[in-house]
């Protein structure tokens, strides 16, 4: 097939994309480099199966695909509060041009939207049933608000214009390739280790995410996308693990002498979130298989070898093998 992925060259995109070439499609990278990077998919540049297109969705785009997979947008909060009315224009404007081309190409549209829809939520685990308690003008309301109008314009796409498409609420994902600046917990935490300084954590750290290893949400990717479900359907490990739990775990596999770092609570920032995955497993067979260590072991390989590289390791660690890695789990 032929295959859009916008925000192809960031950190799940390339990812995806990999899957999609190692299975012979076609695959067109749309992207404007806000969040992603080049270096991500240059295995893929001088492939005749693959092409770049520098682009930014909030403007429309002509091409002839298959499947569009819809994931272009900032996602973490530096990025997303950095211009907010920008990644609103991304959410609507930029999913309102991907649903019109689904719509003239007839092609199957796939969503990537958020666990955010939920906001701080009031039920625990959270099922795909329930709406979420999200402020409207909050910091984070930009991304919330703006993935839940993404979800509404994909629906009333479908229902009004028969646009197949397929939604996916993404939990939290690590792996290779994140970016070492983009203010998320596990890069976070990985990064101040790597460079010797004090883990930050938010609050007392009782706070829980749930932690899903790339590669396995892309295959959850790729299995509803093919699948004749519309969603949403939760996608993310049902692990969960207190702020505190990540930070002593990736203090014990990476640098022992940092310390923990206690700072004030950012607003909205949810206490709670763990997926509810019962229908991931009952109508795609899918369910994580990457454990947290495996996953964190891995990524810490992935940002010590780029800290290295562009001389931000702190030296200490210059010639700390990576077997020296505890399990701490």
Not at 4 to 33: K, P, Q, W, Y
Not at 183 to 202: C, E, H, K, M
Request: charged share 20%; net charge negative; aromatic share 8%.
């Amino acid at each position: 097939m032929r295959i859009l992925v916008t925000g192809g060259a960031g950190f799940i995109g390339s990812h995806l994309i990999d899957r999609l070439m190692a299975a012979n499609h076609e695959v067109i990278c749309l992207d404007n480099f806000y969040t992603g990077h080049k270096r991500n998919i240059l295995r893929w540049m001088g492939n005749p199966y693959f092409e770049l297109v520098r682009h930014d969705i909030t403007e429309p785009i002509r091409l002839e695909v298959d499947q569009i997979y819809h994931l272009a947008c900032p996602a973490s909060p530096v990025h997303y509060q950095y211009n907010p009315v920008k990644t609103v224009k991304t959410n609507v404007l930029g999913t309102l041009n991907m649903l019109g081309l689904a719509k003239r190409v007839k092609a199957r549209f796939f969503l990537a939207s958020t666990s955010e829809v939920y906001g701080d939520p009031e039920v625990h685990p959270q099922p795909e049933e329930y709406r979420g308690s999200v402020n409207p003008i909050g910091i984070r309301s930009c991304y919330d608000e703006g993935k839940r109008m993404a979800e509404t314009l994909a629906f009333d796409y479908h229902r009004q214009n028969d646009v197949e498409i397929r939604v996916v609420r993404i939990f939290n994902t690590y792996g290779p390739r994140m970016l070492e600046n983009d203010g998320r917990v596990v890069s976070n935490f990985i990064v101040q280790a790597l460079s010797g300084q004090p883990l930050t954590v938010y609050g007392d750290g009782s706070q829980t995410r749930s932690f899903c290893y790339v590669s396995d949400l892309v295959e959850g990717f790729i299995r509803l996308m093919n699948s004749e479900h519309t969603g949403p359907i939760n996608i993310g490990n049902p692990g969960e693990y207190t702020i505190l739990q990540l930070a002593e775990t990736i203090q014990k596999m990476v640098n022992p002498d940092v310390e923990v770092q206690y700072k004030p609570l950012p607003q909205d920032d949810p206490r709670r979130r763990q997926p509810d995955i019962t229908k991931a497993r009952q109508l795609l067979d899918w369910e994580p298989s990457i454990p947290l260590q495996a996953g964190l072991e891995k990524t810490i390989a992935d940002f010590k070898a780029r800290m290295e590289a562009n001389g931000t390791l702190s030296e200490n660690l210059l010639n700390y093998p990576s077997e020296k890695a505890v399990t701490a789990l």
